[in-house]
């Protein structure tokens, strides 16, 4: 049987036209990536039984409390027995309330420019995410500010934003808090999101993913479908590990 993945896409403040989109092209890419998608917009999924038979959860343009106290409860427990994490863009802005989904994303959402055609710089070109991609990558997106840099909390980023390839006005105004260089796409070996007691899965976030033409953008599909193929290879979960805790056994 092949790796499953919940994907989450349910919305509590703006909502992305893109998401429909997004669904789309995950489900045409199925068969590529060898994985099962059950797509969901209910927080009535997220049960310790039911969070129990996927290989990882996609936090899919979320924004924010989209799960009440027993789907966050769920969550945490899922993380804690090696289940393995992936958020696209406005993820990171959901779940404010809980400091775990922040640590497991990697950073919070602060702000972003207005979109606009933009580059970003490949710091990893040997990662599965990026081995596709130029070193310089130019494309229409929102570039995000984050409210804390992933890299303190052990994530290694992927892609940076070049902040000479577009306008943000607001940046001379503001103490940006995400470090240098600019990240917007990173992973976590060890999602930061474990308690002391757990058995940490990987996590891998990418704040691109704005626009609908982007969802049909071969580079951008690639960069997901690689983040995808990593997590999922962490070993943590049923699909490669027969003594995993969680995920879809074979």
């Not at 580079?219 to 193929?229: A, N, Q, T």
């Amino acid at each position: 049987m092949p790796p499953r993945i919940l994907a989450y896409s349910a919305t509590a403040g703006f909502r992305h036209d893109s998401i429909e989109a997004s669904i789309e092209a995950l489900k045409a890419k199925e068969s590529a990536l060898d994985v099962k998608f059950d797509f969901t917009e209910d927080k009535s999924k997220f049960t310790d039984e039911n969070l129990s038979q996927y290989d990882a959860i996609l936090f899919l343009n979320n924004s924010g409390i989209v799960l009440d106290d027993t789907g966050k409860v769920a969550l945490q427990n899922y993380f804690n027995l090696g289940g393995n994490f992936l958020a696209i863009h406005c993820a990171a802005s959901a779940l404010r309330d809980s400091p775990f989904f922040g640590r497991q994303i990697g950073a919070y959402f602060e702000y972003h420019p207005e979109i606009q055609e933009s580059a970003v710089d490949v710091l990893d070109k040997t990662h599965p995410s990026t081995v596709m991609l130029p070193d310089k990558w130019r494309l229409l997106d929102e570039m995000y500010n984050f409210e804390s840099d992933p890299r303190a909390i052990g994530a290694k980023v992927l892609l940076t934003a070049d902040e000479s390839s577009y306008q943000d006005p607001q940046a001379k105004e503001k103490t940006l808090r995400h470090g240098s260089p600019h990240p917007i796409a990173w992973y976590q070996e060890r999602g930061a999101g474990v308690e002391s007691h757990g058995i940490a899965g990987r996590s891998w976030f990418t704040g691109l993913g704005h626009c609908i033409e982007i969802w049909s953008d071969d580079l951008f599909l690639g960069h997901v479908m690689g983040g995808i193929k990593w997590v999922l290879q962490s070993k943590t979960t049923k699909a490669f590990n027969t003594n995993g805790n969680v995920g879809n056994a074979s």
